[in-house]
C-alpha cells in the first residue's frame, strides 16, 4: 500500500504535472522541467486590489513547480531565469511536492 505522500506524488505527475493536461516544458535555471504556468490565479492572490485595466499582471507571472525538480528551495528575492528571461521572485508558497512561485516583471 501506498503512503499519502507518494500517492500525492503519483497524482501530481498523472494529473497536474502531466504533459497532456496543465504542464508544458520550460527552461528554469538552464533546465527543461515541467512547470504550470498559471496568471489566472494573479487575479485570485489579488488580495481584494482592484485590477483597473487589461494587462496589469502581463509581467508578472505564477508558476508551479515539483519540488523533485529543484536543487534549491526558491525564496522571495531571489532571481532565476526562466525562459531565457531573468525574473525576481516575488513570493514562494510550499506546498506538498511543490512549489508556487510568484515572478515579478520589471516595472514601466
Known sequence: MRSFQEQLEKDFDSAFFNLDEF??????????????????TLLRLNMGKTVDSDG????????????????YEPVIGQVIDFDGV???????????????????????
Request: proline letters at 4%; hydrophobic letters at 40%; glycine letters at 8%.
Open 23 to 40: 504542464a508544458e516544458i520550460h527552461t528554469l535555471d538552464g533546465k527543461e522541467i515541467p512547470v504550470v504556468v498559471d496568471n489566472e
Open 56 to 71: 496589469i499582471f502581463t509581467d508578472s507571472i505564477v508558476i508551479f513547480i515539483q519540488r523533485k525538480h529543484l536543487d
Open 86 to 108: 531573468t525574473w525576481p521572485i516575488d513570493n514562494v508558497l510550499s506546498d506538498t511536492g511543490g512549489y508556487t512561485v510568484i515572478l515579478r516583471g520589471n516595472e514601466g
